[in-house]
Every structure is written in C-alpha cells, then in structure tokens.
C-alpha cells in the first residue's frame, strides 16, 4: 500500500474531540492493508511500523498459528489507524490516513462524530465485518441517527461484503442487504474487487522493511488470511508462460500451491509431514474461503435494499500497475519458478523486459480490478469519478477529500 511505511515510525493515534452536546450523526474511516498500527499484547511496544524495527530489528508479523511449525511469532494486537509516519520526528513525516481524518473533523459544522476504524489488517476479513457491525450497532444505541463510512481498498470489500450479506458466514450468505440498511452515505475507494497481483508477489518474496526482512516476510505475508482475501482472482487470475502466453487459474488452485511450494510451503523440505499437511490445508482453507468471499461480491443481484444509502466510487487510473507474473521455470522451483518485473529494474532478461505484466491503474489496484460489481450499481444509487493519481492518493488528494466531504454533505 505505502512504501514509505518502511521508513519510519508513527505517531499516536488521534483522539477524536470531546463533545459538550450531542452528537446525531457519525463517519467511519475504514483504512486498508497495513492501514493501523500492530503492537505487542505483552508490553504495547509498538511492532508495525516503528523506526526500531525497521533499520534494526528482526521481528515478524507472521500470526502466531500453532502446528504449522512458525518462527519469530509475536502476540500482537490492533493500535488505532495509521494517520502517519514520522521520518525525522518531529520535524518530517509522511502522511497515510491523517490528512483525511482531519479535513474530515475541520469541515464539520454539524453534529457528527468522526471515528477510525481500527482492525487487524492481518486477519480475516469477515472478523472485520462482524467488528464493524458491533461498532455501528453501538453507535445506534448511543442515539447516532446517520452513519456513513469512508473506506479505502481492502477496507472497501470489508464494507462492501457487509452491505450485501451483513455479518453472515460466508459459506451461507444470502443477498439481503442488511448492512445497507444500518447506513446513510458510502464512500469506497481503490478497491481490489479482483485482487492485485503485488499480493501473490509478496507471498513469494516477501517486503524488505527498511533494512528489515523478517517483518513482512513471504512466510508473514502467507500467514495472514487477509493475504488470500487480496491475491487475483476470475479475470486477474493470470500468469504468463516464458513465452508470455497467458495461464489462467493458477493462482486459485491450492493444489497447484503445494506442488509449486508457494506461500507457506516453499520451505517445505525442512518440516515433517504433519506439518506440511497442516501448511497445505491452511493455504487450501484461506484461498478457498477468500475466493468464496470474493465471488459473493461480484454475484449478480437477486433481491433489492430497503434501504439505499448514497454510494461514491473512486478508482484511479494513469499508473503502471503489476498485473501478471511470469512462469519462468518449471513449478517444482517454488519462488524461483516466479518472475515479476520491477519498472525501474535495468535487468536484461528478454522474458523480463515486456510490459505485458503491467496494466492501466492506481499503482497497486488495476482499473479491472478496480471496477465496481453490477449488483452494487442496480441496486443503490451510485456516483463513480475517475481520477489519475496513485493509490493512496485517492485518500490523501486534497482534492478528492474535498470531492468525498462534498458528497457527504450533499444529503439530497
């Protein structure tokens, strides 16, 4: 999501202010993968994203899952959005969510309360739903009359998937809108409703984090369920032979996963079998769980909302944006049977070369990828925009913050 995440620490969460009348109305500001900060259950030392752990430390995200032989593990727990990182405190840093919460809280001339949604961004998406439904039912109960959400990219399919299915399982969700009905205003923003390429990449390869490897290591990366949640899928799901012709559906094919070592098992040769069963049947679980998930977004409507709050849709385009690899070697290699080109690389390698694995995009999400399920726009009444800028400047643009705070106020 950020590269300069990688680059230094964070401030203290913002505290929304305090309220001598009441307050009727409420947003919520849903942040993406990496999008809030990770501390240790133990001491509260912060994990993700510290200035420590990223020039000097050692640490892994990777969950703390037992019998599947991981290493390094921590007990760490969510700690308010990511509004910024200081590079030089306090004289630099980089803005993440801040600049949108702010603008959010200054150009509030009503009754209404602005508050970030923290989440594990490494878990399962449909916690974040549940969590989600448990903070909005609470805010009904405290007498907020309309609620609207502002979200960006993974945080968009938690809202999206909560709109259509409520809090139900995934394996038994029905269309029925519920969470539609609890809701005034939507704003979703760069969503991956087919998955992005960079995630399959770093179940692979892992993100060096400053001078950090182990942090988001291809082990950690393959450990979150929320990795599986993002990796391509239907269309996006494409790999490129060395001759670039297009393979489809592999990277949703769990047994392919075992026999390529991908993810969790590309180590597979240092563990005992029972472990390496219990690695293949988490991978095989999140993929297809994530892959249900997905689909169920993109189902075509069969029933409509009683309630149809206001929806605006913001997507980029304008940036390269990985969008294939390519098999460069027989499976069997695991990683190194992987290619994926870096635009800036100088590399020589003919196969490398093309720009055939990228696509139009924000950068991270592709415009395919991108683009908002049917259902979505027959049943609420939608405004899209199109914009050409990066991926998270789809919510640090002053610009589009105005547009989105525009939309909010419009309750016409």
Known sequence: MVTALFSGCNSQPRAAGDHTHKIESAIIVIPGYYGTRLV???????????????????????????????KGTINLKPHGILDE??????????????????????SNKENQEVIPFTYDWRGDLLEAVQSLDILIRRLQTEGKKDISIVAHSMG????????????????????????AESLKNVVLAGVPFLGVMHSFRNMNFGVTVGLNSSLLSAEAYSSFPASYYTLP????????SPQL??????????????????????????????????????????????????????????????KQPRLLYLYAKGTPTLS???????????????????????????????????????????????????????????????????????????AIQDDIIIFLKNHK
Not at 44 to 67: E, K, R, V, W
Not at 233 to 240: C, G, K, N, Q
């Open 40 to 70: 240790s259950e133990t001491n509260g030392n912060l994990i993700f994203i510290s200035l420590t752990q990223a020039l000097f430390g050692d640490q892994a995200l990777t969950l703390p899952l037992p019998d599947l032989g991981l």
């Open 85 to 106: 990182v200081q590079v030089i405190p306090p004289f630099y840093s980089i803005d993440v969510y801040g600049s949108l919460l702010d603008k959010l809280h200054l």
């Open 156 to 179: 968009g399919l938690i809202v999206s998937y909560y709109l259509r299915y409520g809090t139900q399982d995934i394996d038994s969700a029905i269309e029925t809108w519920e969470g």
């Open 233 to 240: 899928i239907a269309d996006s799901d494409e790999l490129l």
């Open 245 to 306: 012709k297009p393979v489809k559906g592999m990277i949703r094919n769990s047994k392919l996963w075992q026999q390529s070592g991908w993810g969790l098992l590309n180590t597979k040769h240092l563990f005992s079998n029972e472990i390496i069963e219990q690695r293949a049947a988490y991978t095989s679980f999140w993929l297809e769980r994530s892959q249900r998930f997905l689909e169920l977004l993109r189902t075509p409507q069969s029933t409509t909302s009683p």
């Open 324 to 398: 294939k690899g390519v098999l460069a070697g027989t499976p069997a290699k695991g990683p190194d049977s992987l290619r994926f080109k870096d635009l800036n690389s100088t590399s020589s390698d003919s196969v490398m070369t093309s720009t055939s694995i990228y696509a139009d995009g924000d950068g991270t999400v592709t415009v395919t990828s991108a683009h908002l399920p049917p259902a979505y726009h027959q049943t609420l009444p939608i405004t899209v925009r199109e914009y050409e800028v990066g991926h998270t400047e789809l919510v640090k643009h002053s």
